[in-house]
């Protein structure tokens, strides 16, 4: 018998309590302390595991040990939850066997712990995808979110929780989680709103104001002070090692992870805010006239601020904590409440609410994490489940808790011990009997549906007249008195009267676990669980969607007067189911042990562990299965499984499992002592034995395998030779058919081109003998083309010969058709005229005749005067309407009223002579001496060059100024000024043409009364002085250049240089200046002014021509002047200037 790997290698103590060598209590204590203080935490009994809470992290949960325990057998390693983990999730997954894993343990122990373990190993063994890990992520998450709502700080545990859970986890076929259904077990709601000294209320309320941000906490109306709060309870508010800010944002995370929507975490948070406003409502007593006190809101802020978080009416909430309706068939009663009243209904309330948020927190996950609904689902089961509590007092919950334990406890009995023995008698295997507990009494004691605890809590809660703790109890002493678990003073058995540690108002409960003393106080209050109906509909009347649903027996629309079922019973009533649940599913046990109660690390406190060890019945436990066989399984299973060990029973068996196994057996030499066989299975005592037969199985497989393979594999090749067989004379006959045709692929090219050759010859031959048939065809054409060309121009010569007739024909037709038609036309025109005046001679005759006819009515000349009337009225109208629309008295307005009659024409046009001549006058009138001068001068230089020079249309709207130099004032010309003798008429600078080069120099121009002066421009120098009587005559050009000439007497002073030829931008007004004073100067004859494109100056001897010519408008626009030869000088105007 081989075994690789065993648990029994490097064993610390004995790793599976079976094999303990002397078995006792002491050596069980001993050696769970000798593992524990080696960090060996698990221990084994069978297939049972023994976890011992280590206190601190070990480094055993790694990935590595998840993979070192996965898929190895259960016994293999050292004990490890994974080992169990993995031995359920291979049952599940390979025997379709629903298992469930059930953790027990008191308070403190681990299991939730335990429970996280077994799940996260499942999640990493089991498959992987996108879509699995989704599921397995959500599963996992949903633990924080429950854990933060449903788990408190205790004395025991810092981390209790506070309720019961259990998670059916689903997978397919192939083992990959499909999701998850969570039952939870009664909240132990009292602790919203009292908690026990030492604990903290649940988590979350902490969670929330430590970690939630301002923003979150001002919009939940919190403050971050715990001391605020009347339900936090301050002596543990901080926890050790609990961070509740950074618990916060995972429960935050794991909340989204799960799927909870971002609204409704705002509403989970605005419900915890809630709770704790609903704590700090404080009332106080109001005297009533009738004597009685009413109970009043102290201080209604925190109530208000409640109500506006849950959008609740606050009159309606404060009137619910003030009376109490009451209905009763078809009555309705009205009763006001006080102060102790509205305070047991305002935690009402809060434990209501929260408890209930809780619940929906449970479906709300389920909803999440429900697997789709497909054909079956492999299941597994963990329950968490809080565990055994004995405190110093002890209410209602713990009896609730422990009542759960209980039924956990008999359901492992039954499973285990009973089951295991049972098995053996049923099966006919020789069996001595064990002795052990069977706490199935003390379940009888709570759960008796006529005489058990919770049954007569329940008929007290029922029962009409007063009922209270007190009659509770008393209803327990008479009927559970003689109970054998059930202990109480006032009990009718007497042996209970002396004992002191059993006070008057408690009852004790000898449970499985010990002995728990139950303060009956509270019992009846907390079973009832009632909340005042004005409460449950004030709380259904809030504008708050997951308020409503939380609280629907609110709606008004479907009161119930039924009572709701209490506590006790529905508690009772989802244990039922769930130990109903457990029992159709494969059990796996993991029995957790607290090894200390100060939850530190590496203390073993022997007489805390023995007692566990007890009340958990491990030592029977241990016993049974040493007892017993380790192993069993029906016959055709087993022969199914092992029969290729054995040549005989290999591949078939004909006969009977039973036999076959027996022969299987035999031909294997197993001893005897490790096997028995029963009627129905066969029973294997040593776990070793069981692994020797997997082994040789394992071991047989491979050698199949290997057959298997060999078979495949000589198949496998025999097909491929026969395939490259066939496929060989496939590509051979491929390939001849592909050598032939390229043989007959070259015969035929070249036939092809022998063929080509010939034909070439042959076409060339032909083409030949073809051109020249052609070149025959196109000389014939040829000439045919040059005769009919012939003909057809003569032929055209003829038509255009008999076309010009024709045409003449037609004109002198076209002429004569004309003249007949004028002939006509002046025919007709006579005949209308005729008629016309026919027409007209007719009138006159006929108005003669209607005046002759009428004048007889008349008085002698009354038409004249009519007609002289008329024309008066005519005129009178005309003249006044004339007078009305004068045109303005500017000269030059050309506006004139339209002729009203034919007959006034000649006057309308002479009036508007007359009126024109009229104005003119009087504009005139208004001119003074200078301005009369100046138009002189316009008008004189009007006659000298309007219609004779192009530059005179520019200057008509220049003024001449004259002096534009300002030579008097200006300091610079003063000498100039005293030199002249006479008024300066006119000073302007003036361009000097060279008369060598044409080129320009800068000269004042003066003109007095006598002379002409031209000095320079920046010395003020007189470079020239020429009186009038010497200058003959100005030359100017027709264009519109500044040019002009002054010619000089020949043989005067003036004339030595010759003539000078300037250029002025004033040019009409200097010449228009020159000509009036020249005009008269005393002895100077009248200047001559000739206008003319080419004219002839005296430059010394020379008579030099200087022509003007249109030039390209270049330069800027300029007139350049260019001296071209002796007798020439070009001035070159350019065409728009
Ligand atoms: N395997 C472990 N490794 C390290 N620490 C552990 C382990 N198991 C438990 N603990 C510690 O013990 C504490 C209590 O464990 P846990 O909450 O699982 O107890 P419980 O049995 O669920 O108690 P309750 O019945 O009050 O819920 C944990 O908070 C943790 O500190
Ligand atoms: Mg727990």
């Given amino acids: 018998m081989e075994v690789k790997t065993s648990l029994l290698d490097n064993m610390i103590g004995v790793g599976d309590m079976v094999l303990l060598e002397p078995l006792s209590e002491d050596s069980f204590i001993a050696n769970l302390r000798n593992r524990f203080d080696h960090n060996e935490i698990y221990t084994y009994i069978g297939s049972v595991v023994i976890s011992m809470n280590p206190y601190r992290s070990l480094p055993i949960f790694t990935p590595e040990k998840v993979e070192e325990y996965r898929n190895r057998n259960f016994y293999e390693l050292s004990p490890h939850i994974y080992a169990l983990a993995d031995e359920a999730y291979r049952s599940l997954r390979d025997q379709d066997k629903d298992q469930c894993i059930l953790i027990t343990g008191e308070s403190g122990a681990g299991k939730t712990e335990a429970s996280k373990l077994v799940m996260s190993y499942v999640a990493a063994v089991c498959g992987k995808g996108q879509e699995v890990n989704k599921v397995k992520e959500q599963l996992l998450q949903s633990n924080p979110v429950l854990e933060a709502f449903g788990n408190a700080k205790t004395v025991r545990n810092d981390n209790s929780s506070r309720f019961g859970k259990y998670m059916d986890i689903e997978f397919d076929f192939k083992g990959d989680p499909l999701g998850g259904v969570i039952s939870n077990y009664l909240l132990e709601k ?135 309706t009451v209905e009763a068939k078809q009555e309705k009663v009205c009763t006001t409440l006080n102060v102790a009243q509205a305070y047991y209904a305002r935690d009402a309330l809060a434990k209501n609410l929260y408890s209930r948020l809780f619940s929906w927190l449970v479906t709300r996950i389920n909803e999440s994490i429900k697997a789709a609904p497909k054909s079956r689902h492999k299941v597994m089961g963990v329950l968490d489940i809080y565990g055994f509590e004995i405190f110093e007092e002890n209410s209602f919950e713990q009896f609730i808790i422990n009542y759960c334990n209980e039924k956990l406890q008999q359901i492992f009995i039954e499973l285990t011990l009973r089951e295991e023995q049972e098995e053996y008698v049923r099966e006919g295997i020789e069996w001595t009997n064990i002795e052990y507990f069977n706490n199935a009494i003390i379940c009888d004691l709570i759960e008796n549906h006529q005489n058990g605890i919770l049954a007569m809590l329940d008929e007290e809660c029922l029962r009409p007249g007063t009922v209270t703790d007190e009659t509770f109890l008393d209803k327990l002493n008479t009927i559970c008195a003689e109970h054998l678990h059930f202990e109480s003073r006032l009990s009718k058995s007497s042996k209970f009267l002396t004992d002191h540690s059993l006070p008057h108002n408690c009852f004790r409960i000898q449970h499985y676990a010990g002995k728990v003393l139950y303060r009956a106080e509270g019992f009846v209050d907390k079973n009832n669980d009632l909340l005042y109906r004005d409460l449950s509909q004030a709380m259904y009347k809030a504008n708050h969607s997951l308020m409503k649903q939380l609280f629907p027996e609110g709606n008004p629309a479907k009161v119930n007067l039924k009572r709701p079922p209490t506590a006790g019973f529905q508690f009772r009533h989802s244990v039922g189911t769930l130990m109903r649940n457990l029992q159709t599913k494969n059990p796996n046990y993991i029995r957790c042990i607290k090894p200390n109660d100060k939850k530190a690390s590496h203390i073993f406190t022997d007489s805390l562990v023995c007692h566990q060890v007890r009340y958990l019945g491990l030592m029977e436990n241990v016993r049974v299965r040493r007892a017993g066989y380790a192993f069993r399984q029906a016959y055709e299973p087993c022969l199914e499984r092992y029969k290729m060990l054995c040549k005989r029973t290999w591949p078939h068996w004909r006969g009977p499992a039973r036999e076959g196994v027996e022969v299987l057996m035999a031909d294997l030499t197993v001893p005897a002592e490790e096997f028995s066989y029963g009627r129905s299975k066969v029973f294997i005592r040593n776990p070793r034995t069981l692994f020797f037969l997997e082994e040789r199985r394992r071991q047989c497989l491979q050698d199949l395998a290997t057959l298997i393979q060999k078979i495949y594999r000589g198949w496998k090749c025999r097909s491929h030779f026969l395939l490259l067989k066939k496929s060989q004379i496939v590509v051979a006959a491929w390939y001849r058919r592909y050598a032939q045709q390229n043989k007959y692929k070259r015969i035929k090219s070249a036939t092809t081109v022998v063929q080509s050759y010939t034909r070439g010859w042959q076409a060339r031959k032909l083409l030949r003998e073809l051109k020249y048939q052609k070149r025959c065809e196109e000389a014939v054409t040829t000439i045919s083309a040059y005769w009919h060309g012939t003909q057809a121009r003569m032929e055209l010569r003829r038509l255009k010969q008999e076309a010009r007739n024709i045409h003449a024909v037609t004109v002198i037709w076209a002429y004569w058709q004309g003249t007949k038609a004028r002939r006509e036309l002046r025919r007709l025109k006579e005949e209308a005229r005729r008629k016309h005046a026919v027409a007209v001679i007719w009138a006159y005759w006929k108005g003669l005749k209607v005046r002759r006819e009428y004048r007889k009515f008349f008085r002698a000349n009354a038409g004249k005067k009519i007609y002289n009337f008329t024309i008066q009225r005519i005129m009178q109208k005309y003249f006044l309407g004339l007078k009305s629309t004068m045109p303005s008295m500017s000269p030059i307005d050309k506006s004139w009223p339209v002729k009203p009659y034919l007959f006034l024409d000649g006057v309308h046009s002479e009036l508007r002579r007359i009126f024109h001549l009229w104005r003119c006058t009087k504009y005139r009138s208004e001119f003074t001496e200078e301005k009369k001068a100046v138009f002189e001068e316009k008008l004189e230089a009007s006659e000298i060059f309007k219609d004779k020079k192009a530059l ?79 200058l003959t005559s100005v030359s100017v050009s027709t264009q519109s250049d500044g040019f002009f000439a002054l010619k000089l007497k020949e043989g005067s002073a003036s004339a030595i240089k010759g003539d000078f030829l300037l250029s002025s931008e004033h040019l009409i007004e200097i010449i228009t200046k020159l000509h009036r004073t020249g005009a008269t100067a005393a002895d100077s004859e009248q200047l001559n002014i000739d206008i003319s494109d080419e004219f002839l100056v005296q430059f010394k001897h020379d008579k030099v021509c200087v022509k003007f010519i249109q030039g390209a408008p270049k330069n800027g626009n300029s007139v350049s002047c260019k001296r071209k030869n002796n007798r020439l000088l070009e001035v070159s105007v350019p065409s728009t200037v």
């Avoid at 950074?246 to 989204?256: I, K, P, S, W």
């Avoid at 915890?272 to 006239?289: D, H, Q, Y």
């Avoid at 010309?973 to 080069?997: F, G, H, P, T, W």
């Avoid at 003066?1006 to 003020?1020: F, I, P, R, Y």
Wanted: one cysteine or more.
């Fill in 190 to 324: 009292s602790r919203v709103v009292k908690q026990p000294r030492g604990e903290r209320n649940f988590h979350i309320f902490y969670q929330l104001l430590s970690g939630a941000s301002d923003d979150t906490l001002k919009k939940l109306k919190l403050d971050r002070d715990f001391s605020k709060y009347n339900y936090l309870s301050l002596d543990s508010a901080a926890v050790n090692g609990l961070d509740d800010a950074a618990n916060f944002r995972t429960v935050r995370n794991a909340m989204q992870i799960v799927g909870f929507m971002e609204d409704e975490v705002q509403s989970v948070l605005e419900l915890v805010a809630a709770v704790l406003k609903l704590g700090n409502i404080e009332f106080k007593p109001e005297s009533r006239c009738n004597g009685n006190d009413e109970s009043r809101i102290r201080d209604k802020n925190d109530l208000k601020e409640m109500c506006e978080l849950l959008g609740t009416e606050q009159t309606v909430l404060e009137r619910a904590f003030s009376y109490r």
């Fill in 952 to 1030: 005179y249309a520019s200057s008509v709207s220049q003024p001449f100024m004259g002096d534009y130099l300002e030579i008097s004032k200006n300091p610079k010309y003063q000498k100039l000024n005293s030199a002249m003798d006479e008024k300066v008429l006119l000073a302007d600078v003036v361009n000097k043409i060279n008369r060598a080069n044409g080129k320009g120099t800068a000269r004042i121009f003066l003109l007095t009364k006598n002379s002409v002066v031209l000095a320079d421009q920046k010395t003020g120098q007189v470079k020239a002085s020429v009186p009038l009587p010497d």
